[in-house]
């Protein structure tokens, strides 16, 4: 069984089709990129997944259950995270204090929340994704003070902290530092392996895609031009001419 089932999704603007009957699914444990030129709709099926928006049409499985019109939080609930373009932080908390807010929904009860320790016993969990994301030396500064290389890191971290089964990944290496690119694939092929869930990463850095993902999926216009594994995209000549010419 697919984690993640996308069936025939549409979401127009007007006359503008911005995506135009997508479908595709993801397998458990499986990295899958999305890419495609700028206005290929590629961010609005994100978040036509996640509930962001409403889709025209077309329906949305998880783990074999239709999820079509669930809200972001009822989402997030069910185990499905995602980054977003712009820095998700809370610039004022620590690093260590986003960790555990990210994490707060999916611990317990809101009664249960509010008589618990200040760190709602997720320090442990914040402590690991600290460690994992080699960020312990900043862990107790103001998120807003950090880089901005390092605040992305933050914002990826919050959305691996609950543990979910299926994160959505929208550009992680925008505004990222060239040399920090290597650094942040190899951190995620490492959290796919250590905690076996899948991914879906939209981005525009193909060496990073090509050497992250299992399979790749280009849009053009709206619409899946082809799908397949890194080195069968790259030898697409309508990929090729459609998307890498561009």
């Known amino acids: ?22 479908s595709f699914d993801v397998k458990p444990g499986e990295i899958l990129g999305v890419i495609g030129p700028n206005g290929s709709g590629k961010t609005t099926l994100f978040n036509s997944i ?27 609930r069910l185990g499905i995270g995602r980054t977003f373009q712009n820095l998700q932080v809370f610039g ?22 509010m008589f618990a320790k200040p760190d709602n016993g997720l320090a442990e969990r914040a402590q690991e994704m600290l460690d994992l994301f080699r960020l312990n030396h ?3 500064l103001p998120a807003g003070s950090l880089s901005y290389g ?3 890191l933050v914002d990826i971290a919050m959305a691996f902290m609950p543990a979910p089964r299926l994160v959505l990944l929208d550009e992680p290496c925008a505004g990222v530092n060239p040399s920090l690119v290597d650094g942040l694939r190899e951190l995620l092929i ?6 076996g ?28 031009l082809a799908v397949g594994k890194p080195e069968e995209i790259q030898g697409n000549r309508a990929v090729l001419e459609a998307y890498l010419g561009n």
């Open 190 to 195: 490492e959290l796919n392996k250590k905690q």
């Open 92 to 113: 004022k908390l620590s690093l260590r204090d986003n960790l555990i807010v990210a994490a707060q929904e999916h611990h317990g009860t809101f009664w249960g929340r």
């Open 1 to 22: 069984m697919s984690i993640l089932s996308v069936h025939d999704i549409k979401k127009s603007y007007g006359a503008i089709q911005a995506v135009d009957g997508v």
């Open 50 to 76: 996640l509930g962001q928006i409403r889709p025209d049409s077309g329906k949305v499985e998880f783990e074999g259950v239709d999820i079509s019109g669930n809200s972001p939080l009822e989402m997030s």
């Open 150 to 152: 390092q605040q992305k």
């Open 197 to 224: 869930g899948s991914f879906v990463v939209i981005e525009h850095n193909m060496d990073f895609v090509m050497k992250l993902c299992h399979r790749v999926v280009c849009m053009v216009e709206g619409k899946v």
């Open 138 to 140: 900043v862990a107790d």
